[in-house]
């Protein structure tokens, strides 16, 4: 009961504003010019606030693990959208738009450790420390060649860089002998070039579609 005033304080209430405007601008009788911003907010996943809720550690040296925090804030993303789009005749629809997303508030494991026992051992505690930026560009064409028959293509040109890819990634670090990132790299699920296609026919019995997919590799060698 005596440690309980020290060792344990309520988590504090968390409260977020999410602005957001869009608008779009008809530049002709066939094309728009359209703009989006917004912030956007998610909380953390439960097992981040709740893992190892009992402080169980072992008697080690070095950084024998990590815990969680239920005083953690939420995810902040701020999105922004600029987009055009195009009928280039009465059957195809052109749209093109560039994107960019600031990432902020992600969980990641403090680069700092805590010590316990006289300093032989340490732990990490998750906290907002990580972020990410991600920047692309789609390009689609939608085309309908008769009544029956239609196709679409998306291409995706996207860079998406990070602190860390996973929450465990600085706490992993330091617990190999390793210093913790400290700048921007690609993260784990970054993908440079991305096709997606269709083929679609349907009448009044009977839909058909063919679906494909190109994708580019990851940035890193998969385990």
Not at 47 to 72: H, K
Not at 137 to 142: A, H
Not at 197 to 215: A, D, H, M, P, T
Request: hydrophobic share 35%.
């Amino acid at each position: 009961d005596d440690r309980k005033q020290y060792w344990y304080k309520p988590a504090s209430s968390k409260y977020s504003i999410s602005p957001r405007l869009g608008f779009s601008f008809p530049f002709s009788s066939e094309g728009v010019i359209y703009f989006s911003y917004g912030h956007f907010f998610r909380a953390p996943r439960f097992e981040l606030l709740y893992y190892n809720s009992d402080f169980d550690l072992e008697l080690t040296t070095g950084n024998v693990g990590v815990i969680g925090n239920a005083d953690l804030e939420p995810e902040k993303t701020i999105s922004y959208e600029l987009g055009m789009q195009y009928l280039l005749n009465q059957n195809s629809k052109l749209d093109v738009t560039l994107y960019c997303r600031d990432i902020r508030n992600l969980t990641g494991t403090s680069a700092s450790e805590i010590s316990m026992f006289g300093g032989t051992s340490t732990y990490s505690k998750f906290e907002n420390s990580d972020f990410g930026f991600v920047k692309g560009l789609v390009f689609s064409i939608d085309t309908s060649i008769n009544d029956n028959l239609s196709y679409n293509i998306f291409y995706t040109f996207q860079e998406a860089k990070g602190t860390a890819s996973n929450p465990y990634q600085a706490q992993s670090s330091l617990a190999a002998g390793i210093e913790p990132e400290i700048f921007l790299v690609p993260l784990d699920w970054d993908q440079t070039h991305t096709i997606n296609s269709g083929l679609y026919y349907q009448n009044l019995k009977v839909g058909i579609s063919l679906i494909g997919r190109f994708e580019s590799g990851m940035p890193y060698t998969p385990i």
